[in-house]
């Protein structure tokens, strides 16, 4: 087939139309890439700035925390400082106002025409340490008895009470202030307490004379309770006769061997005997 100058002709142009499009097809695609990396250099740009500007203010705010924690810790330490300060001003308050506050004199807590005397006891015998100043006592003496030239039977022992309705002035040193558990536990638990009474000048003397010469104890008194008994001396005789009285119990009793004052010897064999009583009285 044979091309004729026109098909020539069109042949070119479609050809050179072709060229054009594709010469404008990369144009445009340069043009597009050339925008497209125009855009991403500002937004790097863009996004460089505001990174910068965040480390800015990430790095003001990590040195302003960083101030904070310091003002935080200076101020705690200011506050500790302050704390102990003040509670050496209030340590300090109450010794002064320890100092200042005269104790009374304890030559005031003794009645008038009374001896203040103390004496060391056993916790037990003092009512096993449940004692305090303002209690009211009687005091037994269990007595060792002088020894009697030619007579093997007398006693060697007397147990009495001595003295009635004795006020307590104090257990130790303690003569002020309220009794707690915690000072009835502390007294329970100590071997020995000295307890100190009031009692007439005569009184004071024959306590002394009594402790030298035997053992003492004390008896509780109720506060309310101010009268004063006349007591036997306790003996085999007196319990006897208490024992039968109270209890109609009968305590068979050495026969024979009874001093004047109704104390037997302990190392003396206990006989049987028979008695008569009639009205809680022996006949």
């Not at 100058?5 to 139309?17: D, G, H, M, R, V």
């Amino acid at each position: 087939m044979d091309i004729t100058p026109e098909n020539k002709k069109q042949i070119a142009t479609i050809l050179l139309a072709v060229g054009m499009g594709l010469v404008a097809v990369f144009l445009t695609s340069q043009h597009i890439k050339n925008s497209i990396q125009n855009q991403t250099a500002v937004l790097s740009r863009e996004y460089q700035k505001q990174n910068k500007k965040s480390q800015s203010i990430n790095q003001q705010l990590a040195g302003e925390l960083e101030r904070m924690q310091k003002a935080i810790g200076t101020l705690n330490k200011q506050q500790k400082v302050l704390a102990t300060q003040q509670k050496k001003a209030l340590e300090a308050k109450k010794v002064v106002k320890k100092k200042d506050v005269p104790i009374p004199a304890f030559s005031v807590k003794t009645p008038p025409g009374k001896r203040a005397i103390t004496v060391m006891l056993e916790s037990l015998s003092a009512v096993g340490g449940l004692i305090s100043s303002g209690d009211y006592v009687d005091v037994i003496a269990k007595l060792n008895l002088p020894k009697v030239e030619g007579d093997k039977d007398a006693p060697k022992t007397a147990t009495s009470v001595l003295f009635q309705n004795v006020p307590v002035l104090a257990v130790g040193t303690k003569f002020e202030g309220k009794i707690t558990n915690a000072t009835y536990a502390t007294q329970q638990k100590s071997k020995m307490l000295n307890i100190t009474l009031a009692l007439t000048p005569e009184e004071a003397g024959l306590l002394a004379f009594a402790q030298g010469n035997g053992k003492l104890k004390l008896a509780l008194r109720s506060p309310v309770e101010q009268e004063r008994s006349f007591l036997k001396v306790a003996s085999w005789e007196t319990l006897s006769d208490y024992l039968l009285h109270e209890q109609g119990t009968e305590l068979i009793i050495p026969k024979g061997k009874k001093s004047k004052s109704g104390i037997i010897d302990e190392g003396e064999e206990v006989q049987p005997v028979i008695q008569i009583f009639r009205g809680g009285r022996e006949l």
